[in-house]
């Protein structure tokens, strides 16, 4: 998670678009996670943002 907040912190919150960005994305996070929840199993989720999560972890380490 770390990884993901230095990526959202260094990028998005540094323009007024990308802060737009994360305000709408917090306004739909909490009916995406339910969806998730309900409906796809943490583990199929898990995989699907590893590509991800690990390319973002060599952008943005934290130190």
Do not use: E
């Not at 540094?14 to 909490?30: E, K, N, P, Q, T």
């Not at 009916?31 to 590509?51: D, E, G, K, M, V």
């Amino acid at each position: 998670m770390d990884v993901l907040r230095a990526w959202r912190d260094q990028r998005f919150m540094a323009s007024s678009w990308g802060r737009r960005l994360v305000a709408f994305y917090y306004h739909l996070s909490s009916p995406i996670a339910y969806f998730i929840a309900r409906n796809l199993r943490s583990r199929i989720t898990r995989l699907l943002l590893a590509p991800l999560v690990k390319n973002l972890a060599r952008k943005y380490q934290s130190n």
